[in-house]
């Protein structure tokens, strides 16, 4: 009788106890998810020590934040003045006909850049991103750069091709913009190099 | 340098800031087409505005923000400068910064800022106080919005909407606004199906079953072309499963959970849930099957756990008193060492090295970073790591230690490089020092106002040619050299007897030879008048570029040393305050590790609490079964069925 009892007792327990008991923890981890998709009100999120330390952190984060950008215009101004200052930027329109892999860089017939691109920044490129391959300094007059690309070209076949301009490096700071763009007539990918002052 | 510290977390939070580098115009475009950003071109006016996106497409929000702040001080994003502004707040929200981005919002709704991008300020700004938890302002910021917002924002604002509502308690209002909103033809619904769910589990929780239902059973049979939505779906119908299996009606509990992958991260709840539903059902036979394929899965998880309380359970249930027993002793053989693991790791965690293994073997990546966590090697310090980040706290903590260590690696390289670039001062200085005698050498040699009183002359000069018309004054060195011997040869023979027939002739020779050179003269005159302008114009472009270039030297010369002295003292002002800031990171990590200690000890403690009540449910069953045994002998002994 008494042993009955218990076990009726266990199977109240494990049918009703143990579902419930996975129920709750299940229902406590679905509004994490909440918050990771777009961020749940704060007093839902933590407790009191989690807040307090973390407002300390994103306060650490915004003075870390701000010096970095200080040291980065440091950087640039120290090391790159304006009036010598020549960078190279990379940009990608479309990229229907071109899958860029790397880019290298050569100034009056010197190598100064070479980058292989990951899969992630090549897909930042089409977006619209562009990257800064190159930054250094140039004296005022003639120069010649080089650039190579090399990735896939139409039909996924290896492809390399080059650009080569001259530019006149003039008091202030010179920018040249390495465009790769899609020629449709032609179903080719197409170079283009752009000065900016 | 700055490394990239903002991992998946905030970037789920930011991910549908892509649309505000987006103009009015390819917004448009980018409604229509799927995906909405990945292939569409930039209209990129600003190559530095181009280099911000760069990195935020790559998800690296604080290098984003270095280059944004970067290129507005150097003014270098007047094309862009209302979209970086509000770059700039969401990146700012981004990183927990309400206040910074809220201001910057703030200053974005003016009647001079575009409707598009004023509406994507007050969408953001509701984001901000709805965070803070200021939902009433986070309604009204909503409700300012006029017409709709780009891309993945529309959604994403509906969703906010029905959330804040929600929280509000006004879920019927919240139900109608995501009823209200139809995602564009032919795209997923992946924003609804979110909101959906939330307002599902607020209400399981607020006792309205029925609505709850309506919605979960919705969510849990959505198109699931995507992992992520294929995971929702799963969380939906487990919710919904669980709520059946409450309220008693385990044939519906069985069929929504029987649509959760058989693989996925839900699958053991839902194996578990369908064994309780076959239970309830006194179909005990069939229950054992989830429960035994269950058992075969990771301890570490409660519902394997469970598990193994639930088939000695089904076997009682089934006079199979031997395997109940078996399976009983088994359950508590795996408890004591799952809780003796748990010993251990309490002890690893309690001497400090819970995160060593963490940082040791971050790259900085972010896209990879969570997923190696699953690979941590099983030591007892890691054994539970990637367990705990189920754990929405530990997860947030543990990004913060994360980017804590990431800042002061950081942090660290910029003291290299401050070095260096003390260094490169010094050398320039004592460069300058050895340089100075030999350009103020140089620059003594030169006198630019001598240089300029001879150009004046030679203007005069030139213009008293051309008012005077003297034409021999333009003659080459050897046609003045002729006339010169012409005129003398004239004066000489001015004195000569005029009746000399010799004299005579040679007059005449000459005035032959005077009046050729004058037709010479006269006939390149305007030829030469020509070059003499232009090279005088070429002369005055040299000296005043002369004159320039004297002058940039003189002051470059009287200011190197200052801007050099400038540099210097940014250097040396910057030095201690990387000093400070390493030290308050390091203080921040060190308490974030501690917190987070304590946070996997609870969590250990609690799993272990479990533990035990699992041994004891295991024990009293077992007594049980014993007692019964010994009651009712002679015992024949019990056999599955």
């Known amino acids: 009788m008494n042993s009955e009892r218990i076990r009726v007792g266990i199977m109240s327990r494990m049918s009703i106890f143990g579902p419930v008991f996975v129920l709750i923890a299940l229902l406590a981890a679905s509004m994490p998810l909440f918050a990771q998709e777009a961020g749940a009100p704060a007093t839902n999120v933590a407790g009191e020590e989690f807040r307090s330390l973390d407002q300390e952190v994103q306060a650490l984060k915004k003075e870390v934040l701000d010096l970095n950008r200080e040291l980065f215009v440091l950087e640039e101004e120290l090391l790159f003045p304006a009036n010598t200052q020549v960078a190279v930027f990379v940009s990608m329109d479309v990229g229907e006909f071109f899958a860029l892999d790397s880019v290298t860089i050569k100034l009056d017939n010197k190598e100064v850049a070479n980058y292989l691109y990951t899969p992630r920044e090549a897909e930042a490129l089409l977006k619209g991103g562009v990257h800064r391959v190159y930054i250094g300094n140039l004296k005022a007059g003639e120069h010649e750069l080089i650039a190579l690309f090399t990735g896939q070209g139409p039909n996924a076949r290896d492809y390399r091709r080059g650009a080569t301009v001259t530019l006149e490096k003039g008091v202030g700071a010179k920018y040249i913009e390495l465009k790769i763009s899609d020629r449709a007539a032609r179903a080719q990918p197409e170079f283009v190099v752009k000065q900016w002052d | ?641």
Do not use: C
């Open chain 2, 1 to 641: 340098m700055m490394s990239k510290l903002i991992s998946k977390h905030t970037r789920l939070a930011l991910a549908a800031l892509g649309a505000i580098a987006l103009t009015g115009t390819v917004a448009s475009v980018v409604n229509a087409s799927e995906p909405p950003l990945v292939g569409t071109p930039q209209a990129v006016k600003d190559l530095h505005w181009g280099e911000v996106l760069f990195y935020f497409y790559q998800d690296d929000y604080l290098q984003a923000l270095i280059r944004l702040g970067a290129a507005q001080d150097f003014n270098r994003l007047t094309h862009h400068a209302v979209e970086a502004e509000l770059l700039k707040g969401g990146l700012y929200l981004s990183l927990g910064q309400h206040e910074e981005a809220g201001r910057i919002f703030k200053t974005l709704l003016n009647d001079n800022v575009p409707l598009d991008v004023r509406n994507r300020a007050w969408f953001y700004l509701a984001k901000v106080w709805y965070q803070r938890n200021y939902l009433d302002q986070a309604a009204t910021a909503l409700a300012s919005i006029r017409g709709a917002l780009p891309g993945d924002l529309e959604p994403e604002r509906h969703l906010l909407e029905a959330q804040v509502l929600m929280y509000l308690g006004r879920y019927d209002d919240a139900i109608r606004v995501l009823e209200r909103w139809q995602p564009a033809k032919g795209r997923s619904d992946v924003w609804s199906a979110y909101a959906r769910f939330n307002i599902g589990v607020a209400l399981v929780r607020n006792g309205r079953t029925g609505e709850a239902a309506k919605l979960l059973d919705a969510v849990g049979q959505i198109r699931a072309p995507t992992q992520e939505i294929a995971a929702l779906r799963d969380k939906a119908n487990l919710a919904l499963g669980y709520v059946w299996l409450k309220e008693n009606r385990p044939n519906e509990a069985k069929t929504v959970l029987q649509r959760v992958r058989l693989q996925g991260p839900q699958s053991n709840k839902a194996l578990l849930g369908v064994g309780w539903a076959d239970s309830a059902e006194r179909r005990f036979t069939k229950a054992l099957a989830p429960w035994l394929e269950l058992r075969e899965r990771n301890v570490l998880d409660a519902a394997v756990q469970e598990s193994y309380l639930a088939i000695p359970y089904a076997y009682a249930q089934l006079d199979a008193t031997q395997q109940a027993v078996e399976h009983y002793t088994l359950a508590l053989d795996a408890f004591t060492a799952e809780s003796q693991r748990i010993d251990q790791s309490i002890a690893a965690i309690r001497s400090g090295r819970l995160l060593d293994a963490i940082m040791d073997n971050d790259s900085g990546d972010n896209v990879g970073w969570y997923w190696q966590l699953q690979n941590l090697p099983d030591a007892p310090e890691t054994r539970y790591l990637y367990h705990l980040l189920a754990t929405h706290e530990f997860q947030e903590g543990l990004k913060n230690y994360r980017d804590l260590k990431l800042m002061q690696r950081d942090l660290a390289a910029w003291e290299l490089s401050l070095i260096a670039f003390d260094d490169m001062i010094d050398t320039r200085r004592r460069a300058f020092a050895q340089r100075t005698p030999l350009m103020q050498e140089v620059l003594d040699r030169v006198d630019p106002d001598q240089l300029e009183a001879q150009q004046r002359d030679l203007e005069l000069r030139i213009a008293a040619i051309q008012r005077d018309g003297d034409v021999a004054a333009l003659a080459t060195a050897r046609e003045r050299e002729q006339w010169e011997k012409v005129l003398r040869i004239e004066q000489v023979l001015s004195r000569a007897d005029p009746n000399d027939p010799l004299v005579t002739e040679m007059r005449e020779k000459v005035r032959l030879l005077r009046g050729r050179l004058l037709w010479d003269f006269s006939s390149s005159y305007k030829a030469r008048q020509w070059k003499a302008q232009k090279e005088l114009r070429e002369l005055n472009v040299a000296a005043t570029e002369a004159r320039r270039r004297w002058v940039l030297v003189e002051r470059a010369r009287e200011e190197y040393p200052a801007r050099t002295e400038r540099f210097s003292q940014r250097v040396t002002h910057l030095q201690p305050r990387i000093a400070t800031l390493s030290a308050r990171l390091a203080a921040a990590a060190e308490s974030q590790n501690r917190y987070l200690a304590q946070i996997a000890i609870r969590e250990l403690e609690a799993q272990q609490q479990r533990l035990a009540e699992y041994s004891l449910q295991a024990r009293f069953a077992l007594a049980s079964i014993y007692d019964r045994a010994s009651s009712a002998a002679p015992a024949t002994g019990g056999g599955a069925q």
